[in-house]
Every structure is written in structure tokens, then in C-alpha cells.
């Protein structure tokens, strides 16, 4: 792989309902000695795996890696079970936790748990290659579902994370103004996004009512001042933020 060459990846946007209030979602603390965005608060998620895109050729998925891979890396990294029929209650979906991150496949995992995976949980929602050098380049595609009913405590199970946490958009974001949270530029862009929705099927609709495109930022330059910026198409409320003392990721 050169350094210009990005790596698949996936992530999963697990929204949760809330009764009196906005929605939370799932959100994970990078460890400190990451070489990609370390210490960032991101959605749970990570590189397409081999044994993912064979997975998803075998049962003919649109995106397939990609979804079996988001479903993945949220319990490896959370234990929080999605997408999977009949779905695991806590006890079991830390089990689930310990044979993933022990080395076994999804697909094995499926097999030995006498589960089936249900694609259809997951929305396509975005899709982000930057471009700006950096230790590592993701082409990452982005998917929301519901998270399952019950009250889910996430545990953090490997050591890319140091935490997680369920926490609304506008929280993470007043977080990232007042310097005790840091974000990269995809996931703070996507939380303003997801902030004006009142719960999981406004979310739904936001997808659907915008094209899924490759979301490569550009920067502009405009008196003296340089900007990092998106398409204004797309979906995203906030599509320009001055570079100057932001962490692009």
C-alpha cells in the first residue's frame, strides 16, 4: 500500500431514542497512543477486514463489507449487538465481544452463536475520503441504526478506546468548543448534522432525502484566511470551517 492509497473502512451511527430529550448516540474515546485521530471522540468503526468482504461477497450485500464490518467494530468495540437476529441480550453480547476480539471472524461468530445478521438495520448515510496527508487515509463509508431496545451499558474491550459513552450531538459539540472533548472533521461536521433531529426516523429521512457522494474536503482561500470546505448538497448544515487551529482528521 503507498501512502496515497486509502484504507476501507466503515463506521456505524447507533441512534438512540430518547423519551425527553434528543437523541444520544454511540460514541467512542480513541486511546492516546493511536496513530489516527488519538484521543478523538468518533463513532464506533474501523478498516474493512478481509474476511468481511469475503462475508459480504458470499451472501451478494450491496456494501456489504462495509456493513458486516460496522456491525463488527461496534462490538468489538462496545458490546452493544445490532443487526442480529435473535438479538443477544448484554450477557451474551459480551460473549460476542471476547470471540471477536479473540480472532474470530463474523461469519464464524455467527455460526457459533446460531445467529443470522440482518442487513437491513443499517442505513447508508454518508461516505468521507479526505485527502490531506496524514498518518493514515480512510475511505470510509457511514450507516445508522437503531440501537436495541433496553439500556445498554457500553464496554470499552480493546485497546484502541479508552471509553463510551452514549451522549446527545449538541453535548458532544458544546464539549469540542469548551476544549474537554476533540473531534476530527468528518465526525463534528456529522454531529452537526445529526443535531437538529428530534430522534431515529428524522435521521432516516435526512438520508433519504440526500445523495449519498464521496465527501472529499477542499480547502479555499479567502482574505488571508484559509477554509476547509464541503458540498453544500449533501445534508451537512456546517460545510466550512476556518483551518486555523482545527484538527483535520
Known sequence: MTDDTAI?????????????????YLMVERAATMAFAAGALVFPGGRID???????????????????AAVRETIEETAVSVALDPLPDAAHSLELQRDLLGGMSLAAMLDHHSLRLVPTALTLFARWLPKFHATRRFDTIFFIASAPPGDWHPNVGERENSSAEWVTAREVLDRD????????????????RLAPHGGYAEIVADAAAHPVE?????????????????????????????????WRG
Do not use: C
Not at 53 to 68: D, S, T
Not at 177 to 192: D, E, M, V
Not at 218 to 242: A, N, S
Open 214 to 246: 464521496t465527501v472529499t474536503p477542499w480547502l479555499e482561500e479567502r482574505d488571508g484566511e484559509r477554509w476547509l470546505t464541503i458540498p453544500g448538497h449533501l445534508g451537512y448544515p456546517v460545510t466550512q470551517e476556518k483551518v486555523e487551529g482545527l
Open 177 to 192: 468548543r469548551g476544549g474537554t472533548a476533540s473531534l476530527i472533521f468528518p465526525t463534528r461536521t456529522t454531529l452537526h
Open 8 to 24: 476501507p473502512a466503515a463506521t456505524l451511527i447507533l441512534v438512540r431514542d430518547m423519551a425527553d430529550g434528543p437523541p444520544e
Open 50 to 68: 478481509p474476511e468481511d468482504v469475503e462475508l459480504g461477497e458470499r451472501l451478494g450485500l450491496p456494501n456489504g463489507a462495509a456493513i458486516i
